[in-house]
């Protein structure tokens, strides 16, 4: 299984980005989907998360700014950040916990990473 994550960039504060991480892979199901950042110097952090029946749960930071949505024809997940700040500035990691393919589980998988930054 493999996570491809896209739609990082620079952005003035107050501007949006939507990021977007599809699995590929011969995927039958996709348990909960999640994406984490890690600015210079910090440890990796949730952001959001949803799960297979469309439960989303968020940092206290990004709650009301950020919104997370999976679309599971296409084994993707989004990521709407609206308002953003230049504390969140971070690179931003795609995960998903358990992936059900035909013949096999894998666990805890992690997209390459895409950089997003706030800076006027």
């Known amino acids: 299984v493999q996570l491809q994550a896209s739609g990082g960039g620079l952005v003035q504060p107050g501007g949006s980005l939507r990021l977007s991480c599809a699995a590929s892979?011969?995927?039958?199901?996709?348990?909960?989907m999640g994406w984490y950042r890690q600015a210079p110097g910090k440890q990796r952090e949730l952001v959001a998360v949803?799960?297979?029946?469309?439960?989303?749960n968020y940092a206290d930071s990004v709650k009301g700014r950020f919104t997370i949505s999976r679309d599971n024809a296409k084994n993707t997940v989004y990521l709407q950040m609206n308002s953003l700040k230049p504390e969140d500035t971070a690179v931003y990691y795609c995960?998903?916990?358990?992936?059900?393919?035909?013949?096999?589980?894998?666990?805890?998988?992690w997209g390459q990473g895409t950089q997003v930054t706030v800076s006027s």
């Open positions: 995960h998903i916990d358990k992936v059900e393919t035909y013949g096999d589980t894998v666990w805890n998988s």
């Open positions: 892979g011969s995927i039958f199901s996709i348990n909960e």
């Open positions: 949803i799960t297979i029946g469309g439960s989303t």
